[in-house]
């Protein structure tokens, strides 16, 4: 069975929040009309706590951008974004959540950060979205959502390695792009693990 995965769809990635992400804004209608096509629905948060050492401003005289080494694991830092309980960690307004089936939160542990929905950056910490989903039968994930070359590629790629057929759906996501091409490079990278790239126009008919 297939499911669809909406990965961070929260108001800080949207433009005006804290780590906006360009026309973040424009992939809500699209994930809401691919909700009608699909009978199973997850979703992951970004969810840190205010102390998480993925903020520059937890890191003295560090600015977004640079580099950390954060518990062993290389961590490029970021303004600080969906803390727990805040505005910012809340999903976009417009996003349908009625039809999920769970929510996963992520990131929660100050000392590493994680960008799959399945995993910690250092795969310590699990949320229990691969065991979720193998329960329910399910075998093939749909992934949208935010950011492209971020959480997104993550949860692809976690998603191949546990053996999950993995579509990605690419113009329901939008990247960070801190380089100007990382949306094709997340793209390229994926493809490569053995994603399959999909547009929602092709999900129409499902
Ligand atoms: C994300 C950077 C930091 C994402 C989350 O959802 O892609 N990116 N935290
Ligand atoms: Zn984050």
Same mark, same amino acid.
């Given at each position: 069975m297939k499911a669809l995965v909406i990965v961070d769809v929260q108001n800080d990635f949207i433009p005006g929040g804290a780590l906006a992400v360009q026309e973040g804004n424009t992939i809500v209608p699209l994930i809401n009309e691919l909700q009608s096509k699909f009978e199973f629905i997850v979703a992951t948060q970004d969810w840190h706590p205010a102390d998480h050492g993925s903020f520059a401003a937890n890191h003295e005289g560090k600015q977004v951008g640079e580099f950390v080494n954060l518990n062993g694991v290389q961590q490029i830092l970021w303004p %600080?974004?969906? %803390?727990?309980?805040?505005a910012g960690a809340a999903f976009h307004p417009a996003l349908e959540t009625k039809l999920w089936k769970a929510i996963f939160q992520k990131g929660t542990n100050s000392l590493v950060d994680s960008y799959s929905g399945f995993f910690d950056n250092n795969r310590q910490g699990d949320t229990g979205l691969a065991f979720y989903l193998k329960e329910a039968g399910i075998s093939e994930l749909f992934v949208c959502g935010l950011a492209t070359d971020y959480c997104v590629k993550f949860t692809v790629l976690d998603g191949l390695a546990e053996g999950f057929k993995v579509h990605l759906i690419a113009d329901a996501t939008r990247a960070v792009n801190l380089q100007v091409n990382d949306f094709d490079l997340a793209l390229e990278e994926m493809k490569a693990a053995g994603a399959t790239i999909v547009e929602t126009k092709e999900l129409r008919s499902l």
């Open positions: %600080v974004h969906c %803390v727990q309980g805040t």
